[in-house]
């Protein structure tokens, strides 16, 4: 028994001195922590010029892909599907928080959902069959169909179901942010279209629908609060629900030239929605005349032969195209059933010798607004008149007198109120006020991984490295000795320095400052790499602060056009991307709390260190 406990006794010295050594070993003598040393992190980082990040008839976004590569950020494992790599982990960490933060205001209780799901909830909703070939799905060995998480509708709905009595028990707010699951045809763009991604979605569960529809307009508020402090500019559109379901919709994008998506803005009454589900009119409020109508014939087919199960005839103005999404809102389809439109001639009857047909009569003519009247005597007051063209630059704005303008943007975020579409055929209802009623809902949704690059791709120049916002930044500050006699010393005091720094109120450089000790690699390629991962702020320890206390700022940050006037006393050059300045040491601190508090973006920046 002595001789055991002597033994535990030399175990636990050996372990302390173990400890102590390795403390030692990656300390050393200076002040700043291991994971904010250069020297210790997996950063595999190559050198970025203009030429090897364009190619011929690549995107906007494959270069920011390459770019995000070459920066260390992500590592592609296979077609879609990426490794994010400790600096995307501290983007993504700080887009969370922010989402957390606004989330947590609105009421909402962070949950963790399975990714791995059974079919059963979504063959009673109809998922199972609309969803078709995106649904990753799979064999277990017991032969039990299993599919992998691209949206929880369903799991949530039954949660709430098994778990929830009373009407005394909602509002609820729901959230997670999770990997989920698409099996893209196309995976492109890095993380803007894969296969494997990260996303915030919220369910929310009222008892009715006033108050639904009150929840959906708190959640655009929340939403319009995370974009705000992200600090890339954003539009708000309406927009189609798609197969989630749902009559209320709205999406979030960042503008940019590169975006998959279109949006339809009015400048003079602010009226903004996607392309597809834009309202429009003709040109000055013109309608065009019968003669210039374009003819259509929608048929709604099913089966592998395309048997058509109804038909009508859709009329345009000559110059649009007829809208499916928009004809499918007064002409419900089955989730084994498609929509198909085609072209006819103008005197066509619109019917066809080709396609299986079990119906001979077409119903209720769709005549566009656009449209005057209808073609080859048919009466107008005999169709269904509506908006039922799909929307373009240069049209009529549907909501005032304006004319709608057209711009690319990336889609970042998406909410919808979907009534009771999951409640009902899930049967999650609610006795409140005298009466059974199925419970109310809206989703919410955030592309975590979209945010990442679609923030570098919206705040980076090509050609210069990659540049973020400062709220998100993976760090704020990189600090670089050039000058051989520079030393710890001098990191650590200029480390120091910036920990103290308060903005608005926060010390925001706190475990936000990465100090670049690889010494084993040239002054170039370290100040390269600084430019490269798009840190918003560099401090080059050169010649200049051994001989006269001296420090290059170098300041990369969105939205920062010129350096503020009478900014203490440094010496300053701008080419209005990088700002640089000269900078005692001593001064450094009410220098930068000077600098970021005169840039909008700190206040946001503030709100989320």
């Given amino acids: 028994m002595h001789n055991s406990g002597s033994a535990l006794i030399r175990g636990a010295r050996s372990l302390w001195q173990a400890r102590a050594r390795f403390s030692s070993t990656i300390s050393g003598s200076s002040g700043i922590p291991p994971e904010s040393r250069m020297s210790w992190m997996l950063l595999p980082t190559k050198k970025i010029t203009k030429s090897n990040i364009e190619g011929e008839g690549r995107t906007a976004g494959q270069s920011t892909t390459d770019l995000l590569t070459k920066a260390g950020y992500i590592y592609q494992s296979s077609a879609g599907i990426y490794t994010l790599m400790p600096l995307a982990q501290r983007v993504i960490q700080k887009i969370e928080l922010i989402i957390d933060e606004e989330m947590r205001r609105v009421g909402g209780q962070k949950l963790a959902m399975p990714n791995l799901l059974t ?25 039990a169909t299993m599919l992998l998480g ?36 196309r995976p492109r763009a890095g993380l803007l279209r894969g296969r494997e991604f990260m996303m915030k979605d919220m369910y929310t569960f009222d008892v009715g629908k006033e108050q639904a ?19 890339v500019a954003y539009a708000v559109a309406e927009a189609d629900s798609g197969n989630i379901g749902g009559s209320l919709s709205k999406e979030f994008h960042f503008v940019n030239q590169s975006g998959e998506d279109t949006l339809l803005a009015c400048k003079g009454c602010g009226y903004t ?23 259509y014939v929608a048929r709604v087919v099913e089966g592998s032969d395309g048997k058509v199960v109804k038909q009508r005839i859709v009329e345009v103005a000559h110059g649009h195209e007829p809208s499916v999404l928009k004809i499918k809102r007064v002409w419900p389809i089955k989730p084994n059933q498609r929509l198909e439109v085609a072209e006819v001639a103008a005197d066509h009857d619109g019917s066809s010798s080709e396609a299986p047909s079990s119906v001979t009569t077409f119903e209720q003519l ?27 630059a240069g049209d009529g704005c549907g909501e005032c007198s304006g004319v709608l303008e057209a711009q690319r943007a990336i889609e970042v975020g998406h909410i919808f109120y979907l009534g009771d579409k999951y409640s009902k055929a899930l049967d999650l209802s609610v006795l409140y006020q005298g009466q059974r009623e199925y419970v109310q809902m809206g989703c919410f949704g955030i592309g975590v991984s979209r945010v990442l690059q679609a923030a570098a791709e919206c705040s980076s120049v090509e ?13 704020l500050a ?31 450089f706190k475990d936000n400052v990465l100090v670049d000790d690889r010494d084993y690699l040239s002054a170039g390629f370290r100040l390269n790499d600084a430019q490269l991962m798009g840190i918003p702020l560099t401090i080059v320890l050169g010649s200049g602060f051994a001989e006269s206390g001296q420090v290059e700022v170098q300041l990369r940050v969105p939205g920062m056009q010129s350096m503020p006037e009478n900014v203490s006393s440094a010496s300053t050059t ?36």
């Fill in 213 to 231: 529809i009150e929840t959906f307009h708190a959640m655009e508020v929340a939403y319009r609060r995370c974009f705000d402090r992200i600090g």
């Fill in 574 to 609: 701008s080419d209005g991307y990088e700002h640089r300045a000269r900078v005692r040491v001593e001064e450094l601190g009410q220098f930068l709390s000077q600098v970021l508090e005169s840039h909008c973006v700190a206040l946001g920046m503030a709100q989320a260190v």
């Fill in 150 to 185: 691209p949206t929880h509708e369903e799991e949530v709905t039954a949660i709430v179901k098994d778990m929830v009595r009373s009407y005394r028990q909602y509002p609820l707010r729901l959230y997670q942010t999770t990997r989920k699951f698409r099996d893209e045809a």
């Fill in 366 to 392: 769709l005549l566009d607004d656009c449209a005057a009247e209808a073609r080859n005597g048919c009466s107008t007051d005999e169709a269904v008149r509506g908006d039922w063209h799909i929307a373009k």
């Fill in 273 to 295: 929605a996607n392309e597809e589900r834009a309202l429009s009119k003709s040109p000055a409020n013109e309608r065009t005349g019968a003669g210039q109508n374009k003819r």
């Fill in 463 to 475: 050609g210069r490295g990659l540049r973020w916002p400062l709220s998100i930044a993976p760090y």
């Fill in 119 to 143: 079919p059963d909830n979504w063959k009673k909703t109809g998922r199972w069959q609309s969803t078709g070939d995106e649904l990753f799905s799979f064999k277990d060995r017991k032969n």
């Fill in 478 to 508: 990189s600090v670089v000795p050039v000058a051989e006699n520079s030393g710890t010393k001098a990191e650590e005091e200029v480390y120091m320095v910036l920990g103290s720094v308060c903005v608005h109120g926060a010390h925001i």
